[in-house]
């Protein structure tokens, strides 16, 4: 099994930065994705960010320029960096690791813009 802690989550004013960070513990295999997902009120989970073992990452459209993804394989942790933060996107971010079990989901963090 595989636990997924995350944490950075707030409230910021349109414009602001915030990093978020997660954590993956346990049974760890060293070839995996790990990503960032988004739900809002009302609407569907989506993808924000995702980075393989290898560093290799891709980004929705909607954050390309803004977020930047990165991860540390020796500690197990994934990062988000969130710049020029807008209004949609608050949300909760959930971590995901996906590996070739199955994937694995954090409690997810909140994520309040302010205009």
């Known amino acids: 099994q595989v636990q997924l802690v995350e944490s950075g989550g707030g409230l910021v004013q349109a414009g602001g930065s915030l990093r978020l960070s997660c954590a993956a513990s346990?049974?760890?295999?060293?070839?995996?994705?790990m990503a960032w997902y988004r739900q809002a009120p009302g609407k569907q989970r989506e993808l924000v960010a995702a980075?393989?073992?290898?560093?290799?990452?891709n980004y929705a459209d909607s954050v390309k320029g803004r977020f930047t993804i990165s991860r540390d394989n020796a500690k197990n942790t994934v990062f988000l960096q969130m710049n020029s933060l807008k209004p949609e996107d608050t949300a909760v971010y959930y971590c995901?690791?996906?590996?070739?079990?199955?994937?694995?989901w954090g409690q997810g963090t909140q994520v309040t813009v302010s205009s």
């Open positions: 995901n690791l996906a590996d070739v079990r199955r994937d694995y």
């Open positions: 346990g049974s760890i295999f060293s070839i995996n994705v």
């Open positions: 980075i393989r073992h290898d560093g290799s990452a």
